[in-house]
C-alpha cells in the first residue's frame, strides 16, 4: 500500500487562505468517505482536524474545511495565523489488506 | 479527560524484540477501536497495525506483517504491541490512537514512546 501524495510544502502570508491536496485511489480516497486530516507541530503528537473528508471535531477552528473530488482530497486554510505553521497529514481508508492509509505530509510555512 | 499513555520503548538490537503498552483513561476504553501509528525520526506518519473493540478484527501494515502481534486486555484498559525480528527501520516513535469520530480516523493520540533498533 503506497501513501497517499501531498505536496511537500505549502507557504502563505498571515490572512490568506492555503490548500493541500492528497491524491490516492479508488481503493481508498476516491472511493470511500473516510478522509481524514492531522495537524502536528514540532515534538508534539499529531491532532485530528478533519474526519470523513469535510467534519470537524468539537474545538477545531472553521477556518480549517475539507472536500474531495474523485481520487483528491483537499484541506483549505483560510485565514492563515502563524499558529497554523506546522505539518499536515492526510489519512484514508483503504479496501487493500491493509486498514489506513497516511499522506506524505506537508509543511506549512506561514510568511 | 481522555488519556492514553504509551510506554515499553527502548533500545533494542537488530533481530530483537519489545512490547510496548498503552494505558487508556478517560473513556470506556471496550466501546473503541484501537490503533498503532508510528514516525521514524523525520518522516512522516506511517499507520501501523488496527483491532476493533472486542479483538475480533485485526489489521497491519505490509511491513510488519508478520513480525508485530496488536492485542488488547480490556478488563485492564490496556493496548499492546508486541514487535518481534526488529529491524533498523522500525526505529520510530510510536503512538497508540483511539478511534475517533467514523470508525476510521483517529481522533486521540497519546504522547508516543520512542523504540531504536540499532546494535
Known amino acids: 500500500q503506497s501513501a497517499l501524495t501531498q505536496p511537500a510544502s505549502v507557504s502563505g502570508s498571515p490572512g490568506q487562505s492555503i490548500t493541500i491536496s492528497c491524491t490516492g485511489t479508488s481503493s481508498d480516497v476516491g472511493g470511500y468517505n473516510y478522509v481524514s486530516w492531522y495537524q502536528q507541530h514540532p515534538g508534539k503528537a499529531p491532532k485530528l482536524m478533519i474526519y470523513e473528508v469535510s467534519n470537524r471535531p468539537s474545538g477545531v477552528s472553521n477556518r480549517f474545511s475539507g472536500s474531495k473530488s474523485g481520487n483528491t482530497a483537499s484541506l483549505t486554510i483560510s485565514g492563515l495565523q502563524a499558529e497554523d505553521e506546522a505539518d499536515y497529514y492526510c489519512?484514508?481508508?483503504?479496501?487493500?489488506?491493509?486498514?489506513?492509509?497516511f499522506g506524505t505530509g506537508t509543511k506549512v510555512t506561514v510568511l | 479527560e481522555v488519556q492514553l499513555v504509551e510506554s515499553g520503548g527502548g533500545l533494542v538490537q537488530p533481530g530483537g524484540s519489545l512490547r510496548l503498552s498503552c494505558a487508556a483513561s478517560g473513556f470506556t476504553f471496550r466501546n473503541y477501536n484501537m490503533n498503532w501509528v508510528r514516525q521514524a525520526p523525520g518522516k512522516g506518519l506511517e499507520w501501523v497495525s488496527y483491532?476493533?473493540?472486542?479483538?475480533?478484527?485485526?489489521y497491519y501494515a505490509d511491513s510488519v506483517k508478520g513480525r508485530f502481534t496488536i492485542s488488547r486486555d480490556n478488563a485492564k484498559n490496556s493496548l499492546y504491541l508486541q514487535m518481534n525480528s526488529l529491524r533498523a527501520e522500525d526505529t520510530a516513535v510510536y503512538y497508540c490512537?483511539?478511534?475517533?469520530?467514523?470508525?476510521?480516523?483517529?481522533?486521540?493520540w497519546g504522547q508516543g514512546t520512542l523504540v531504536t533498533v540499532s546494535s
Open positions: 490512537a483511539r478511534d475517533g469520530y467514523s470508525g476510521y480516523d483517529f481522533g486521540y
Open positions: 483491532i476493533s473493540s472486542t479483538s475480533s478484527s485485526t
Open positions: 489519512s484514508s481508508y483503504t479496501s487493500s489488506s491493509t486498514f489506513s492509509v
